[in-house]
């Protein structure tokens, strides 16, 4: 997008998008406006639209900025333009059938962002096997733990799932923690998913009880990390690799390579300003994520 004008329109996979309030701050202390948000996303598109192509998704909308009010948008019944691609819900809550955003292309990631979603929140599972996620995720989730002990976490999560012959892939959250995905190749159910990471993590938690926890209620965790293996649930969320995140300095959630897991590693160190620079020089180091998944069966029964 041009560096002037506030209202733009940008023809995109032959749909006409209007971007407006294009010099409107989003991130204060830098600056940063709501059109360098739609310049990353129109750079990362590549890299990050294979984590969002036929997912539903929940938009964490941001219209005034990290620091506006911010609400989850997961109903766009009448709301999105005709040639979004939505996936049908019943909401328990209030008995009404709703709908999804479904991300297809870089259109639809254009048109989430041009709404102030700052992060993308994608499904584990694609439309076409709703019931089938194409990966595991265990989320370490620090209170106010030292980021060395969350550095320390993810490498014993590594060593178990390597003597366990399970590939995992990293990233930084974007905001306090990091993300460990297993490829799953949508061969298991959430129920299968959540209960091969509660598995994995009550290993990780026997190894380092002073500082991590499985306990789901914040009051038995304090000061601990949190080993979550709950985001393993139909419908459950959580930022997509090369996410923008709505934390002050414009943090991404950033694959690493295992070897750069190590004291020293910052979250902030990732930003919608360098991104790229980094990923013209690695491509994607995250996406054996969607490729072949393990064997559950197999792996389990190495722990007897």
Request: proline share 7%.
């Amino acid at each position: 997008l041009n560096p002037t004008d506030e209202r733009q329109v940008r023809t995109i996979n032959s749909h006409e998008l209007a971007f407006t309030n294009l010099s409107k701050i989003y991130w204060p202390v830098e600056k940063y406006t709501k059109r360098d948000l739609m310049n990353y996303y129109y750079q990362v598109a590549p890299f990050i639209l294979p984590y969002l192509k036929d997912r539903p998704q929940s938009l964490n909308r941001h219209p005034n900025g990290i620091n506006g009010k911010s609400f989850y948008q997961k109903d766009v019944s009448g709301k999105a333009p005709d040639w979004i691609q939505t996936f049908p819900y019943h909401s328990e809550a209030d008995n009404r059938d709703k709908e999804f955003l479904v991300c297809s292309d870089e259109s639809s990631l254009l048109y989430m962002a041009s709404l102030g979603t700052i992060e993308m929140n994608p499904w584990s599972s694609r439309i076409q096997a709703p019931d089938n996620p194409d990966w595991c995720i265990i989320d370490l989730d620090p209170d106010k733990n030292d980021f060395n002990q969350v550095i320390e976490t993810a490498n014993v999560t590594h060593r178990i799932l390597e003597e366990l012959k399970t590939p995992s892939y990293v990233k930084t959250s974007g905001s306090t923690g990091l993300h460990i995905y297993i490829p799953l190749g949508a061969r298991y159910s959430y129920e299968h998913s959540r209960e091969f990471a509660r598995v994995i993590v009550t290993l990780v938690n026997e190894q380092l009880p002073r500082f991590t926890s499985i306990e789901r209620p914040t009051a038995k965790r304090r000061g601990k990390i949190y080993l979550d293996f709950l985001q393993n649930r139909p419908g459950a969320t959580l930022a997509a690799p090369y996410s923008a995140r709505p934390k002050p300095a414009a943090p991404v959630s950033m694959p690493l390579d295992w070897t750069e897991v190590k004291k020293g590693l910052r979250i902030e160190q990732f930003t919608i300003k360098n991104a790229m620079n980094r990923l013209k020089k690695t491509g994607d180091i995250f996406k054996a994520v969607l490729g072949k998944g393990i064997d559950m069966q197999q792996i389990i029964s190495q722990l007897g």
